[in-house]
């Protein structure tokens, strides 16, 4: 209750938003994954010398996906 009247969103009771166990669960599992990717890629993954590969993601990209990448970052 807000002010002492309830609150509706699109004709929906309000409810208070927490995390669960399932919630919990999807979330450490995607966090491990992410962080099993990166370990794989920063120590088996070939190395990029230089900022120029880096950004041009070895030369092996086109255009279109480096650039979304830098744009997302």
Request: charged content about 15%.
């Amino acid at each position: 209750m807000i002010n002492g009247t309830e609150s509706f969103f699109a004709g929906h009771e309000l409810k208070e938003l927490t995390f669960g166990w399932t919630d919990y669960t999807l979330f450490g599992g995607l966090l491990g994954i992410s962080v099993l990717i990166g370990i794989y890629f920063g120590f088996f993954s070939t190395k990029q010398d230089n900022t120029t590969e880096y950004l041009l993601g070895g030369k092996t990209m086109s255009c279109f996906p480096i650039s979304m990448s830098l744009i997302a970052r």
